[in-house]
């Protein structure tokens, strides 16, 4: 049996591959508009598909949904094919599963607000120092309550609460300002028009079936429709990150496998990293260096290198860098920033082949042996075998129905939760106020009857307290405990 040599890039001085073995290690596909960034994902895709290893992706442009159908013969094609020697090239679709946060292209896909965390929720909305710190308190609150949030309903009901008790709240939480909670709702309220209500909620996406195999064994290709995503960059961005959080906290320790469990492309990865704060960028740097030990590999797609912070940047040890522009100082920058990351070759100078590459060419470095980055070659990149362009909505729909996941994800849910025990709370509240205040219509008590004693002291938490513990059995008997990210670590 002939060994696997590895994933088939292209061909430069010589044919350069991708070995799965090290294909965890991360990388990036970086390149000006049109210049076949989006080619070079779909092969590596289809590459690790073949290998039996999932991959998840975002579709920015509609374009990858090709991917679930075979390609057809083209001369351009079977130039390239004949050029870089590649003589078995033939023509397949590949085992695709559509998703969809709106439920309109693919599988509805949901998170709980529980899931998704202060840290990243603070992040969506664009919230100030103060504000992220209310946000803290408030899930705090929850957490020390048995409290679910699963959707913004629960959120807003907890947000009210806690501004009508900021006072009694402020020993124990710290200072809860009417204006921030005021300035929460309000971008709450955008949140929802943006389409998050129907993100935030159940039945939550179960990671493992992100992490499967089709019945011929390739491995799923996970395609997320994000053109009416990218409407909402702010949105699109967290929920990616949300994703890549969970992963790394549900998964267990491989260390260095045969190939990846998954592999992670992040699509317009600058809409991560814009007006992040720093301690956000120092999370999502800590998850990519030790994600690698779960078997999962971080690829992301950009068009100018400088996009990505430098920490980050310098563990992207796999890279495909095709043509970038450099009509300005910023974008003379990018090109020598991205030749100085290549190991040289003595053929070239990088640094000029960069702004004369042509469509579907690319300066290609991959690691080698023990993690060693090869030297740089500029490639010619093998054609797709699947589709170049985008499915039909009858061929998506078909994909679809034929699915295993069809159907599993489409009802929302509405368990008990914060909402639902806050109204029962204020429930109980009235009718005990009803009663009293009906009592004291009836007059003075007889010796006979039993007193109602209440206590003026009692406290707000308190008051809340005896209203929840009845139900913690039943719904959450022991403490919420938060990961790296503010996710939910679950099991």
């Not at 702004?355 to 042996?369: D, F, I, N, P, R």
């Amino acid at each position: 049996m002939t060994a696997d040599p590895g994933i088939f890039i292209g061909k430069g001085s010589k044919p350069v591959y991708l070995q799965p073995k090290l294909a965890n290690r991360h990388g990036l596909i970086a390149g000006a508009t049109g210049t076949g960034k989006t080619a070079s994902l779909q092969i590596l895709a289809e590459g690790f598909s073949r290998r039996g290893v999932p991959v998840f992706m975002a579709d920015v442009k509609g374009d990858l949904s090709g991917i679930s159908q075979p390609g057809k013969s083209h001369p351009k094609l079977l130039e390239r094919a004949e050029t870089i020697g590649l003589t078995d090239y033939n023509f397949e679709a590949f085992p695709a599963v559509f998703w969809d946060l709106f439920g309109k292209k693919g599988h509805r896909i949901r998170a709980t607000v529980s899931d998704m965390g202060p840290l990243l929720l603070a992040r969506m909305l664009g919230l100030n120092d103060t504000q992220e710190g209310v946000l803290y308190a408030v899930f705090k609150m929850a957490d020390d309550q048995g409290m679910l949030l699963l959707d913004l309903k629960d959120l807003r009901a907890l947000l009210t609460f806690a501004g009508e008790n900021a006072k009694q709240l402020t020993l124990e939480y710290g200072n809860i300002p009417r204006a921030s909670i005021g300035a929460i709702q309000r971008r709450l309220l955008v949140l929802e028009q943006e389409g998050a209500r129907q993100f935030l909620g159940e039945p939550a996406l179960e990671l493992y079936d992100l992490i499967r195999t089709g019945s011929n064994g390739y491995g799923n290709i996970n395609i997320l429709a994000a053109d009416k995503l990218m409407q909402t960059p702010r949105l699109y961005a967290t929920f990616l990150l949300w994703l890549l959080s969970e992963l790394f906290e549900e998964l267990p320790e491989i260390g260095d496998p045969d190939k990846p469990r998954l592999v992670f492309f992040f699509d317009e990865a600058h809409l991560l990293f814009n007006d992040a704060p720093k301690a956000l960028i120092e999370k999502v740097e800590q998850v990519v260096r030790l994600i690698r030990s779960k078997g999962v590999g971080v690829y992301f797609v950009t068009q100018n290198p400088l996009d990505i912070p430098d920490a980050i940047l310098g563990q992207l040890g796999n890279r495909i860098q095709h043509a970038l522009r450099a009509f300005t100082p910023r974008e003379q920058k990018a090109v020598r920033a991205a030749a100085e990351t290549f190991r040289a070759n003595p053929a070239f100078s990088a640094a000029a082949a960069i702004k004369e590459l042509g469509v579907g060419e690319a300066l290609v470095s991959t690691l080698g042996g023990k993690g060693i980055p090869g030297i740089v070659e500029r490639t010619l990149i093998r054609p797709p075998a699947s589709r170049l362009g985008p499915a039909t909505m009858a061929e998506r729909k078909a994909v679809m129905e034929g699915s295993m996941f069809s159907g599993r994800y489409d009802q929302r849910l509405d368990r008990r939760s914060a909402y639902e025990m806050l109204k029962e709370r204020a429930e109980k509240a009235a009718a005990v106020e009803a009663d009293d205040a009906a009592a004291t219509r009836r007059g003075p008590r007889t010796e006979t009857a039993p007193k109602r004693r209440r206590s003026n002291r009692q406290g707000v938490m308190e008051a809340m307290v005896k209203s929840v513990v009845r139900s913690i059995g039943s719904s959450l008997g022991r403490r919420i405990a938060r990961g790296m990210l503010g996710s939910i670590l679950k099991g």
